[in-house]
């Protein structure tokens, strides 16, 4: 599947891109066909001038190809092609400027018509031409609800037993599809906490009863169990938070270390949010356009890994394995860093080590090299039914659920 993030900025004084269901932020948002759900959607822009952004939506396939077949009007409601985004609001008394850009999805003026996965594009008015430009590009998808889903989580897995991997089960109830082959018609993706690097594409079932499509034993769907997330709270330039060592402003920007962090041996109950994160900051009660931007220094400390490259991951870097990300190593402290400009609030990361040899091949990064596989690990898993009978144009999401396991609720 050529598809590697969640979202990507292409404009680099953008930060901050939120896109959610209602008040829940997930990975990768999935709203249900003809619902009243709706996703909002904000970003940042840190040149402080008014730009005029638009956005648009486009349906793509399964694998997030763009749908070539359909046309515009098979698939959205819309009143322009390009709509304006009209919230627009001003930061409040912080020490770097910015304006808050916001809006919801679907609205009275667009709203997608069939199930599938969509690209969302919000676009910028270029300075010198007028003409839009791409500023981000995110993806969402529209559940049709037509083919049940069962979801089950287990460490008793085919290669070892309450060790280091869970193993996921499956089970779609295709009866109301209409397809002909359903082992052929339908296939499903698997994610592990929203991650995309190891996420499973069209596993093959490993059996049918009728029309019901069963995974069972498959020894794809099993994952390194990783270990709970780490996280810090920074709500203020006044002092430092949680797992915050200290803040200094060197102008123009306030810094904030935090405190070193180790690899770890051992698994660490706690009770994680799985790569989330909240905007918030002491400082106003509004902290959309309230909180501050502080540069933010990881710090890792432990021996070089000559063979792979470490990265900071959570749903707030959009699960990018790439450049803004990756950690440098410090040969002289022997710690691995990495600063990132963020805004105020709670943010929940995780380690991940990906082999040098597989960074261009797109391969699967690590977690035990840095944070361990355990399988007492709380992990939020994602299954996704895709359905395309002969003669269809688009891949339907016509099923989809998700489940967080936790040996605790066992």
């Known amino acids: 599947m050529a598809f590697a993030q969640a979202w990507q900025i292409h404009d680099k004084d953008l930060h901050t891109f939120r896109m959610q269901v209602d008040d829940y932020a997930t990975a990768f948002p999935v709203l249900r066909l003809n619902r009243s759900e709706r996703l909002y959607i904000s970003f940042d ?50 020490s770097v400027l910015y304006n808050h850009y916001s809006f919801f999805l679907p609205s009275t003026d667009m709203r997608p018509l069939i199930s599938g996965n969509y690209r969302l594009v919000i676009s910028v008015e270029d300075d010198e031409t007028d003409e839009l430009r791409p500023a981000i590009t995110a993806y969402f998808a529209v559940n049709e609800e037509t083919a049940p889903v069962s979801l089950l989580v287990n460490t008793d897995t085919d290669i070892d037993r309450d060790a280091s991997h869970q193993q996921v089960a499956v089970s779609v109830d295709c009866s109301g599809l209409g397809v002909r082959d359903a082992a052929q018609d339908v296939h499903i993706v698997v994610r592990q906490n929203g991650r995309y690097d190891n996420q499973v594409v069209r596993p093959r079932p490993t059996y049918q009863m009728g029309t019901t499509l069963r995974w069972e034993h498959c020894r794809e769907l099993i994952f390194p169990a990783g270990n709970e997330y780490r996280k810090f709270e920074q709500t203020s330039t006044r002092y430092p938070g949680l797992h915050v060592d200290r ?66 991951d959570g749903i707030w870097t959009g699960h990018q394995l790439s450049q803004p990300y990756r950690m440098e190593y410090n040969h002289e402290e022997g710690i691995y860093m990495l600063p990132v400009l963020l805004k105020e609030g709670y943010y929940s990361y995780q380690y991940l080590a990906m082999p040098k040899a597989e960074a261009t091949a797109k391969g699967a990064a690590q977690t035990a090299p840095v944070e ?23 891949d339907r999401l016509v099923g989809w659920r998700q489940t967080s396991y936790s040996i605790r609720n066992k």
């Open 45 to 94: 822009d840190l040149r402080h001038d008014y730009r005029r952004f638009t956005y648009r939506i486009e349906h793509v396939s399964a694998d997030f190809q763009s749908d070539e077949g359909l046309f515009d009007t098979e698939y959205v409601v819309a009143s322009d092609t390009d709509l304006p985004i009209e919230g627009y609001a001003q930061s409040m008394n912080t």
């Open 247 to 312: 803040v200094n402003y060197v102008e123009p920007f306030y810094y904030a270390p935090l405190q070193r962090d180790l690899p770890r041996r051992n698994y660490l109950y706690d009770e994680d949010q799985n790569g989330r994160f909240v905007i918030t900051t002491e400082q106003s009660g509004e902290p959309d356009t309230g909180a501050d931007y502080q540069y933010i220094l990881f710090n890792l400390e432990m021996p070089y890994l000559p063979n792979h490259d470490l990265y900071v």
């Open 372 to 394: 361990g596989d355990f399988y007492q690990t709380e992990n939020i898993y994602d299954v996704f039914v895709y359905a395309r009978r002969p003669g269809e144009r688009y």
